[in-house]
């Protein structure tokens, strides 16, 4: 009984490994989608990303006074923040070059945009990019999407549902990452990049 027991269990093991190793998520690219006339859009600055959004997705935009710069967007209806998505950003050597303490030997050096490209790509196991990917919930994503138009660059790490989505941008010719995170729907997604364009800060 004991032998059936320890092969049974092997052989559910196996099987977990490979839905696993079936579900290892792969880079996508798609097409930035068309822009279309929105009436009914509100506009919301954050750096040099301009966003025209729907009013109906928008139930409330919240700074925190400790927390000044970083911008909260809670959908209608929401009563606290855990259905909120939060805009952040930091500095390309800000954001990726605390990976070098992980084994990124071009993390002072790499553009954000060869790094997200990076992150897209299988990794040796135990290796510093394997880690790095696990930190960023790449590797326990369900999609891993670039899209870009111009000088922007999307990346959208879709999680499975009841995760925290990200969404980063990086521009040509800009040092900052802008990262948007929390609860990303398809149809907030679908908006801010349809809205989206780049423009001084005022």
């Known amino acids: 009984m004991g032998m059936k027991a320890l092969f049974i269990g092997l052989v559910l093991a196996a099987a977990q490994w ?3 190793a079936a579900r290892e998520v792969t880079p996508e690219t798609s097409a930035w989608p068309e822009a279309k006339p929105c009436a009914t859009c509100v506009t919301i600055q954050f750096g040099a990303l301009e966003m025209r959004l729907p009013i109906a997705l928008i139930g409330k935009i919240f700074i925190s006074g400790s927390e000044a710069s970083t911008l909260h967007l809670l959908p209608a209806g929401a ?5 909120s998505v939060l805009f952040l950003s930091a500095t390309r050597a800000a954001y990726v070059g605390k990976y070098h303490a992980l084994g990124l030997a071009s993390a002072d050096s790499i553009s954000a ?3 997200f490209d990076l992150l897209g790509r299988p990794a040796p196991p135990g290796s510093g990019i394997e880690k790095i990917r696990k930190i960023e919930s790449v590797s326990t994503a369900e ?3 670039k899209t870009s138009t111009g000088r922007v660059h999307a990346y959208w790490i879709q999680a499975a549902p009841g995760n925290s989505q990200y969404l980063h941008f990086v ?3 800009a040092d ?10 398809p ?3 679908l908006a801010i990049l349809t809205g989206l364009a780049i423009r001084a800060e005022p």
């Open 18 to 20: 490979q839905t696993c």
């Open 113 to 115: 945009e060869a790094f």
């Open 171 to 173: 521009i040509d010719g």
């Open 143 to 145: 999609r891993y999407v």
């Open 79 to 83: 009563t606290d923040g855990r259905d």
């Open 187 to 189: 149809q907030l997604y």
């Open 176 to 185: 900052t990452v802008y990262t948007v995170a929390g609860a990303i729907t």
